[in-house]
């Protein structure tokens, strides 16, 4: 029997939270905190296994501990870590002899989960810092680096973005299930076609303001990219240096931001009942916050290639931020929207944008949103 519940999936500074609601969204229930007290980069649910949840926890103390739910949230317990990844493109930390096993280094911190297509029900993909894509096929209890990412041939010109070196975006097209995109900053977007053993680049179009070499092949900072739910070939990314699409799975990016007022911030979403649609919230390059004195989401439609701000800054004054993993969609019609800022807000809107609601809970400052609905 499907579960009734819609769960707003809530990963902050000081622990992780799950929010519950019916079809309405309208009202809400906030459960106590996984981990209280312990940062939570990313929460999400499995869709090919109902009730399975999963949370990417990262504590100062005992480092970086994957947990999962089998019962949507009542329980949690540790699974596999991946701990170590090596590479062949650091320096050496050997003479020369060929032999030599390669360096390792230690995951610092855990950042996106990502299930694996439906074809293949036991597998998982998880980025971490530094610069890493590790793959389980046991839903978890081992795990396995993905070499043709993580030893790229352009590694050397990677650097650390302002968050660190971290693999944040993890996409499995859901037409081709071996085609995924992986989002590193500071080295851009990668696509594979075969599964993860090669990957290419797909930053061309995208500039990288802050550099001398204003298109190059790697080197952006990309904070997020989202796919299109029923045209998995067209792309939204959001980039350190403005809003771009792409129509053709990351060959050749446009920007698209420039007739904003800002077009530099962190998220990016798309929701399956709204089809050439992608959300956006636009910051101020420094402070990194809102302008216009208010919270504003801003909506791309693709096929009048026009943008629309879906609520006045007078509806929630004040100055808002978001980190990477801030915005998320559901699968219902019409879609809900979420947004969670680093002062700790949760904005809803339960229709597509047209309406809006702040949750009344102050959470810690939020690091991820996600929706686990199995009502669609």
């Not at 009202?27 to 499995?46: C, R, S, Y």
């Not at 989960?113 to 389980?136: A, C, N, Q």
């Not at 998995?232 to 403005?242: E, I, K, N, S, T």
């Amino acid at each position: 029997m499907p579960d009734k519940k819609v769960r707003i999936l809530v990963g902050t500074r000081k622990g992780g939270y799950i929010v519950e609601g019916d079809r309405s969204r309208k009202k809400w229930k906030v459960n106590p905190p996984l981990q209280k007290g312990t940062e939570v980069f990313h929460m999400i649910a499995d869709p090919r296994h109902p009730g399975d949840l999963y949370a990417c926890v990262n504590s100062w103390l005992w480092g970086p501990v994957l947990y999962r739910s089998r019962n949507y949230g009542k329980k949690w317990s540790e699974i596999g870590t991946p701990m170590m990844a090596s590479t062949k493109t650091r320096p050496p930390r050997f003479d020369g002899n060929p032999d030599t096993p390669a360096p390792t280094y230690a995951v610092a911190n855990l950042w996106h989960l990502e299930p694996g297509p439906e074809s293949e029900p036991k597998t998982l993909f998880i980025g971490v810092d530094p610069y890493s894509l590790h793959r389980s096929d046991d839903l978890g209890e081992t795990w396995e680096p993905v070499t043709g990412l993580n030893d790229h041939p352009t590694k050397s010109k990677w650097n650390p973005g302002n968050g660190g070196p971290c693999l944040h975006t993890i996409l499995v097209d859901p037409s081709r299930p071996h085609r995924m995109y992986a989002g590193i900053s500071a080295a851009g977007l990668f696509r594979t076609d075969d599964g993860g053993k090669t990957w290419v680049t797909a930053n061309q179009g995208v500039e990288t303001p802050y550099q001398p070499e204003k298109f190059p092949a790697v080197g952006q900072c990309v904070h997020k990219v989202a796919l299109d739910p029923a045209r998995p070939d067209v792309l939204y990314r959001q980039d350190h240096g403005g809003i771009y699409v792409s129509r053709n799975s990351g060959e050749r990016w446009d920007r698209i931001g420039k007739s904003l007022d800002d077009d530099f911030g962190f998220v990016v979403a798309t929701a399956k009942s709204l089809p050439g649609r992608a959300f956006f919230v636009p910051l101020m390059n420094e402070p990194r916050v809102t302008s216009s004195g208010g919270f504003q989401v801003h909506e791309w439609n693709d096929s009048t290639k026009k943008w629309k701000t879906l609520m006045p800054p007078t509806l929630f004054p004040g100055d808002f931020g978001t980190h990477r993993e801030g915005m998320a969609c559901d699968a219902l019609d019409p879609a809900g929207i979420y947004v969670g800022t680093t002062t700790g807000q949760l904005f809803i809107s339960p229709d597509g944008g047209p309406s809006w609601d702040r949750l009344p809970f102050q959470f810690p400052a939020i690091h991820s949103v996600s929706v686990s609905s199995e009502l669609s």
